[in-house]
């Protein structure tokens, strides 16, 4: 008999033929509050769900007795409540790798843009104000030759100083749970002490997931200890980052700029005073939107819904706890 599977994410056509082939399907288009009352409706008789943006805690999960296994459509897992899972034994699988460039490309996009005043003065010609040569009030700072430093040296993290290493000439610092010898080797890296980076770097990027440690881990203490040039990125996620403190920092010239691709609460609310400021350059989480990664991504998530389903370990299994084969 084909499994139960719920969809909270549109495929492409060519991934939902697979699925169809192999599972009956129920697709849950939105997640709106009508979407939301229909998924509550389907997971009874769920038994793979797959999608992605939608925190399954365990009131959720509670309505699924016959779930065996959960693709979440990203890398990053801090909707899911592991230890609930893993207890369960559904296994919960994500797609890391596929969006690992991509995502580094975001990042080194918001690197360039704050650097450079990219969306500021794009602005500024759309509203007329491009009347004569610019001066020194519109210039920006370089990017090539300036210290990147890169807290969570993990996948994305690699990439973005690869990138900054070999495309720019920049020296690359980092800060993560263990040392990274073959990083250091390849990039000229070289490990630092949280304070020690975020006082040294030009650039302040952070790359690493959303955990109980490391939730709240930059806030007013970590801005006071970087410098007025310095350009903070984020491209890990928002709660990562005390965002009022962020936004006192930026106010008062403790740091440069920020380019942010994640918020404490998503989407970011319009009247966020980030919105007000001009060294700020705000994108709606697309670390690894665009059309070749996303594809990339739904279709390493099918694959693992169906190996699961099928009995098999798949292979990017997140909660190898509870793993039964
Ligand atoms: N903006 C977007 O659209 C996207 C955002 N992301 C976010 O990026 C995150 C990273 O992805 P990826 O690079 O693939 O993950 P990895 O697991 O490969 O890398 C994460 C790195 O963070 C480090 N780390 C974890 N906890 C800490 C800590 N407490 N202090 C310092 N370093 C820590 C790890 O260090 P160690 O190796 O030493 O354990 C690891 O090297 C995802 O979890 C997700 O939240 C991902 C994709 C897109
Ligand atoms: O934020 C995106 C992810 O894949 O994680």
């Not at 920049?170 to 020690?196: C, D, G, T």
């Not at 928002?238 to 010239?253: C, F, N, P, Q, Y």
Request: hydrophobic share 45%; glycine share 8%.
């Amino acid at each position: 008999m084909k499994k139960q599977v719920v969809l909270y994410k549109k495929l492409s056509p060519l991934l939902m033929a697979r699925l169809h082939e192999q599972a009956e399907v129920t697709l849950i288009e939105n997640l709106d509050a009508e979407g939301l009352g229909k998924l509550r409706d389907a997971l009874p008789r769920a038994q793979g769900l797959l999608g992605a943006s939608l925190k399954l805690n365990a009131e959720l999960l509670d309505l699924a007795p016959n779930l065996q296994a959960i693709a979440s459509v990203s890398v990053g897992v801090d909707n899911y409540d592991i230890d609930y899972l893993t207890q369960r034994h559904i296994l919960l699988s994500n797609t890391p790798d596929v969006l690992t460039e991509t995502t580094a490309d975001t990042g080194f996009a918001l690197i360039l843009a704050t650097a450079r005043r990219v969306v500021e003065l794009a602005n500024m010609i759309r509203e007329g104000k491009w009347t004569r040569n610019i001066g020194p009030t519109h210039f920006g700072s370089d990017v090539h030759g300036k210290t990147l430093g890169i807290i969570g040296m993990g996948r994305i993290g690699e990439a973005l100083a690869q990138r900054g290493h070999f495309g720019f000439g920049m020296p690359v610092i980092y800060h993560s749970q263990s040392p990274k010898p073959a990083v250091e080797q390849r990039f000229n890296a070289h490990y630092r002490s949280l304070p020690e980076l975020l006082q040294q770097a030009d650039f302040v990027c952070l790359t690493l997931p959303l955990t109980a440690e490391t939730e709240g881990l930059i806030g007013a203490e970590q801005f006071a200890l970087m410098r007025p040039e310095t350009i903070f990125i984020n491209i890990s996620r928002g709660k990562v980052v005390d965002e009022t403190a962020l936004i006192e920092a930026l106010r008062a010239g403790q740091i440069r700029a920020a380019g942010l691709d994640v918020f404490e609460r998503e989407p970011l609310n319009q009247d966020s005073p980030l919105l007000q400021l001009n060294n700020v350059v705000a994108t709606p989480h697309i670390g690894s939107a665009t059309h070749e990664t996303r594809e990339a991504m739904a279709r390493c998530a099918v694959d693992n819904l169906l190996a699961a389903l099928a009995g098999e370990r798949p292979v990017n299994l997140v909660n190898v706890g509870a793993w039964r084969g």
